[in-house]
């Protein structure tokens, strides 16, 4: 832009300074006590900017969509001080509380009282502070393309109840923001709060200088995506573990979830748990799914398609042999979705067995166990569902610890190329 350019028309915000974050000041904000045993002790978290004397929490709400928002507010379509009217807004289901939500240290990445603050705090909303729920609870009817072909085939019979004449399942989801409570997450993750907070400032290029600057804020909302469950079935029954409970944990990927790519098995595995969601609750039981924003090992699409692209084109074409090798060369990694945070959801469902665990991953396995959830048995995506393409994947994952019934492939088997070219 050059000197004499004219000055934008975008609308300006108030006048006067702008105000760091170094210094508390902020004697009207409620405390807040991680892990207490109701919501009242617990205290709400304010994380809304309306008045910023009442903030006491990092971050802002709507995890990576709070920059949409500030976009908004400064484009002029929003006013900064707009508050979200809850009227009819409550869930449509009551999920806890449940002893796990005040279990030290079981519950760090969301808020398990993040639907009820409508009701929790009425009285604090009453007095004026702005306090956004983190959690929403509806109901849905879900039509899925391989669902009524379940149906066709004769795999899938309509009951009325979980699945109509139509094909559509009836469901009732849940939409989770991230919340995280810092000294709970570097627990988790076995380093000191000082070095995560130090860590999250500096590698995000200095996004948020609270978490070096107050040590008193200890809730961090941050920008990334959350989570949507699928309850098939009574969410009550979830956490009854004599209700057999068919669940698995996905995590997101949008070529294959949506569009249908055939490099991998993720939408096949997912809709294939769906089916299985219905089937254990048409038996009585309780179906799960809960989908994670975590894109490409949360690694996020550019390096999983720049990934695709070396795979593709390395000597001897692409084989299970170099699938990690690949992304590691590319990410430096071979995964970033850390499981460890994975479980909180579950504990907010009050679930303490899953019967059937639909997942081969080992991580996932691992970090469930770990959380204390018992498991039964481990179902894994029938062959028949693996498109040709994902073959190398899935011989990959086997061959590095994912659940298999059969065979693990050797590795002369690993070596042959099983993917298809670029151009192929
Ligand atoms: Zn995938």
Request: aromatic share 6%; proline share 8%; with cysteine.
């Amino acid at each position: 832009m050059s000197a004499e350019a004219p000055s934008p028309a975008a609308p300006q915000g108030p006048a006067g300074h702008i105000r760091l974050t170094s210094h508390s000041g902020a004697d009207d904000a409620p405390p807040i006590q991680w892990g207490a045993s109701t919501g009242t002790e617990r205290g709400p978290l304010v994380g809304t900017t309306t008045n910023r004397r009442h903030r006491n929490v990092i971050g802002a709400h709507s995890g990576s969509y709070g920059v949409y928002r500030a976009l908004a507010v400064a484009a002029g379509a929003l006013s900064r001080e707009h508050r979200a009217d809850l009227t009819n807004t409550a869930p449509t289901d009551v999920i806890g509380p449940y002893p796990q939500w005040s279990r030290p240290g079981a519950i760090v990445s969301l808020d398990p009282w993040g639907a009820m603050v409508a009701d929790v705090f009425s009285a604090e909303l009453a007095a004026g502070h702005d306090i956004r729920p983190t959690i929403a609870v509806t109901k849905a009817h879900v039509i899925l393309p391989e669902i009524t072909e379940a149906i066709d085939r004769g795999r899938l019979h309509p009951d009325g109840r979980v699945l109509l004449p139509g094909g559509a399942a009836l469901v009732t989801k849940a939409a989770i923001e991230p919340v995280w409570y810092l000294p709970g997450v570097a627990e988790r993750f076995g380093c000191s709060e000082a070095h995560l907070r130090r860590t999250l400032f500096e590698e995000t290029g200095g996004m948020y200088p609270e978490l070096v600057t107050r040590s008193d804020l200890e809730v961090f909302l941050p920008p990334i995506g959350g989570q949507t469950i699928y309850i098939f079935g009574a969410p009550r029954d979830l956490a009854d573990p004599s209700v057999e409970l068919t669940a698995r944990v996905h995590d997101e990927c949008n070529g294959s979830d949506v569009f249908g790519s055939d490099i991998c098995t993720c939408r096949p595995y997912l809709t294939h748990a769906i089916e299985e969601c219905i089937l254990g609750a048409q038996r009585g039981g309780v179906g799960l799914i809960s989908y994670s924003r975590k894109e490409g090992r949360a690694l996020g699409e550019v390096t999983k398609f720049l990934v695709y692209n070396a795979r593709k084109r390395q000597e001897g074409g692409d084989t299970a042999e170099g699938y990690f090798a690949r992304t590691e060369c590319v990410a430096g990694v071979q995964d970033m979705r850390f499981q460890e945070l994975m479980p909180d959801v579950l504990h907010w469902l009050g679930i303490t067995r899953i019967h059937r665990l639909v997942s081969m991953s080992n991580m996932k396995y691992d970090a469930i166990i770990g959380a204390g959830i018992e498991v039964g048995e481990r179902v894994n995506i029938p062959d028949e569902l693996i498109p040709p393409d994902a073959r190398v994947e899935i011989d990959a994952k086997m061959a590095a610890g994912y659940f298999t019934p059969g065979p693990v492939p050797d590795a002369d088997e690993l070596k042959k190329p099983k993917g298809r070219g670029l151009h192929g």
